[in-house]
């Protein structure tokens, strides 16, 4: 039977499309507007919006497992025709922030657990996968690292970035072989490493030196909602950065207990995307 993977557009849903591809399964991939996807050849496409309802039932068509980005919008109307669908298991990208001590002040966690509670009260299985911080947050860095420069606050700040890929190919394996029911899986890079470390990483890949301007908690809110952060995710995740510049984020082996692989390095991500930066 059929996986859907939606958010097919996404740096990680495109990622999960390739990685099903190459296992070699039947791979339908969805978008709000199907015509925009750039998918491999044989590979199946369909526009699906969680806020119309009536995209869904032609997308889950004789689906039996599904990639699911966390959308609060229209995720009950999602659980109705997946269940009508007969869909087997949603492997849900949610986030490491309901995994946290915090979490019930966090309104990013909210967010994403009601997401979490609507799939976990389904009739299908789920599987939740929690990263942490995403490698691609550098991406952000672009304009700055033109001028030969990275400006974040919390430069000490450890995380553990984890590569697009390899939260791909933990939902694909799951995907592909059902394991993991019932289960939230908190993803990270294999190391805890900091924006000054991957500034340095950055510099040695690009072939160019790099300093790094440390800034101010509001000077960092300001440009993360200038890039198109919603205004209350920056203080969330400024206080995770000042968390984290006192005590490092969490390392888990979940990426090499379910795909049998490392988890790929920063400096891996670095030179995926060098062209990101060129």
Do not use: C
Not at 163 to 183: F, M, N, P, Q
Not at 245 to 258: I, L
Not at 270 to 278: C, I, L, M, P, Q
């Amino acid at each position: 039977m059929t996986i859907l993977v939606t958010g097919a557009r996404g740096n990680v849903g495109r990622a999960v499309v390739d990685a099903l591809v190459f296992a070699g399964q039947d791979v339908r991939a969805s978008s709000r507007d199907a015509a925009a996807l750039d998918v491999p050849a044989g590979v199946a496409t369909v526009s699906a919006d969680l806020e119309r309802p009536e995209t869904l039932d032609a997308a889950l068509d004789g689906v039996r497992s599904v990639f699911l980005y966390t959308q609060r919008q229209g995720v009950e109307g999602f659980v109705k025709v997946a269940e009508a669908a007969g869909v087997r298991h949603v492997v849900l990208l949610s986030s490491g922030a309901t995994l946290e001590p915090e979490s019930a002040r966090s309104r990013i966690a909210q967010l994403h657990r009601v997401v979490e509670e609507a799939l976990i009260a389904a009739s299908f299985g789920e599987t939740l996968l929690n990263p942490g911080a995403f490698a691609t947050n550098t991406l952000g860095w672009r304009a700055d690292i033109a001028d030969g420069v990275v400006r974040t606050a919390y430069p000490d700040s450890r995380i553990g970035a984890v590569h697009e890929r390899d939260i791909a190919d933990v939902a694909a394996k799951i995907l592909a072989d059902g394991s993991h029911v019932g289960t939230a899986l908190r993803l990270s890079g294999p190391e805890a490493i900091s924006f000054r470390e991957q500034a340095g990483v950055l510099a040695d890949v690009l072939g160019r030196p790099l300093r790094v301007e440390e800034l101010t908690a509001e000077q960092a809110a300001a440009r993360m909602v200038a890039l198109g952060w919603p205004p209350e995710a920056p203080p969330e995740i400024l206080r995770a950065w000042a968390r984290t510049s006192r005590e490092p984020s969490a390392v888990t082996d979940v990426v090499h207990d379910v795909t049998g692989n490392a988890p790929r390095t920063f400096r891996q991500w670095a030179e995926h995307h060098r062209a990101d930066f060129a």
